[in-house]
């Protein structure tokens, strides 16, 4: 049985009260018991969301980390840094990072690499533009993503793999991919990762779908059968509406 996860990216968002705030109110909600939630706030909140959540089955994870150990990065976070926070899990290659600063799968193959050697877990992102799903090219783009980045990982190293597909047209937009959208393209990943791995690896890997999911559209969206959650963007900010998500499976 795959984990079902619900993960709230807070992308740049949420100082030391609001974080306080919004974690306060989370904390106060009952949770599922078969639903894995976490939250990724900025690097200046990882220590105080840890030590705030304390044994609440929420746990924190990064939006993203340096490829390199150490070293003169001006600006940048290692693993080491995320695990000495307390930090397990980390977000890696959301479309903002492609687009605002310029990753790509060579440089993501790299964090991936770092990250999974230092036994963390990650949510890799990926997902089409809107001219290549209007142009067909949407299932080539996602091969191309997953194979350069995480093909090369052995497949032991998967039990730390979440997969987060996010169109980009969608992120942010409120258009989301419609339930039969995702699960075509949960479902091709899922073969994807059947040809080069094993089906019972491909059934095992949890897929999030990420882009515009609300109270109001998520249970469609996580009924698909190889939709196993998401990645929530601006629903994730207020309590309600993530813990609303959280319990729509
Ligand atoms: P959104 O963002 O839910 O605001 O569309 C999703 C994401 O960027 O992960």
Redesign the pocket.
Same mark, same amino acid.
């Given at each position: 049985m795959r984990d079902q996860i619900v993960a709230g990216?807070w992308?740049m968002n949420n100082d030391q009260n609001e974080t306080q705030t919004l974690l306060n109110a989370l904390k106060s909600h009952s949770k599922p018991k078969n639903v894995r939630v976490m939250v990724a706030p900025s690097f200046t909140q990882l220590s105080q969301s840890v030590s705030l959540l304390g044994d609440d089955v929420i746990t924190v994870a990064a939006q993203n980390v340096n490829a390199a150990a150490s070293g003169a990065y001006t600006g940048e976070v290692s693993v080491s840094m995320l695990k000495g926070v307390g930090v397990e899990t980390v977000i890696l290659g959301? %479309? /903002?990072r492609r687009s605002l600063y310029h990753e790509n799968n060579a440089s993501l193959a790299n964090k991936v690499n770092t990250s999974i050697e230092s036994g963390m877990e990650i949510v890799f992102?990926f997902g089409e533009q809107l001219e290549e799903r209007k142009s067909n090219r949407h299932f080539d783009v996602v091969k191309e993503q997953l194979s350069e980045a995480l093909f090369s990982l052995s497949a032991a190293s998967w039990s730390q793999v979440v997969l @987060?597909y /996010?169109p980009v047209w @969608?992120?942010?937009?409120g258009e989301t991919a419609s339930p039969d959208q995702a699960q075509e393209m949960h479902a091709f990943i899922r073969n994807l990762i059947q040809e080069k791995y094993t089906e019972n690896l491909a059934q095992e890997v949890a897929i999030l779908y990420?882009? %515009?999911?609300k109270p109001g559209n998520a249970k469609e969206i996580f009924s698909m059968e190889d939709v196993d959650g998401g990645?929530?963007?601006? @629903?994730s900010l207020n309590a309600d509406d993530f813990m609303a998500i959280v319990n729509a499976f």
């Amino acid at each position: 049985m795959r984990d079902q996860i619900v993960a709230g990216n807070w992308k740049m968002n949420n100082d030391q009260n609001e974080t306080q705030t919004l974690l306060n109110a989370l904390k106060s909600h009952s949770k599922p018991k078969n639903v894995r939630v976490m939250v990724a706030p900025s690097f200046t909140q990882l220590s105080q969301s840890v030590s705030l959540l304390g044994d609440d089955v929420i746990t924190v994870a990064a939006q993203n980390v340096n490829a390199a150990a150490s070293g003169a990065y001006t600006g940048e976070v290692s693993v080491s840094m995320l695990k000495g926070v307390g930090v397990e899990t980390v977000i890696l290659g959301h %479309s /903002e990072r492609r687009s605002l600063y310029h990753e790509n799968n060579a440089s993501l193959a790299n964090k991936v690499n770092t990250s999974i050697e230092s036994g963390m877990e990650i949510v890799f992102c990926f997902g089409e533009q809107l001219e290549e799903r209007k142009s067909n090219r949407h299932f080539d783009v996602v091969k191309e993503q997953l194979s350069e980045a995480l093909f090369s990982l052995s497949a032991a190293s998967w039990s730390q793999v979440v997969l @987060a597909y /996010e169109p980009v047209w @969608a992120i942010g937009t409120g258009e989301t991919a419609s339930p039969d959208q995702a699960q075509e393209m949960h479902a091709f990943i899922r073969n994807l990762i059947q040809e080069k791995y094993t089906e019972n690896l491909a059934q095992e890997v949890a897929i999030l779908y990420g882009g %515009s999911v609300k109270p109001g559209n998520a249970k469609e969206i996580f009924s698909m059968e190889d939709v196993d959650g998401g990645l929530i963007g601006g @629903a994730s900010l207020n309590a309600d509406d993530f813990m609303a998500i959280v319990n729509a499976f």
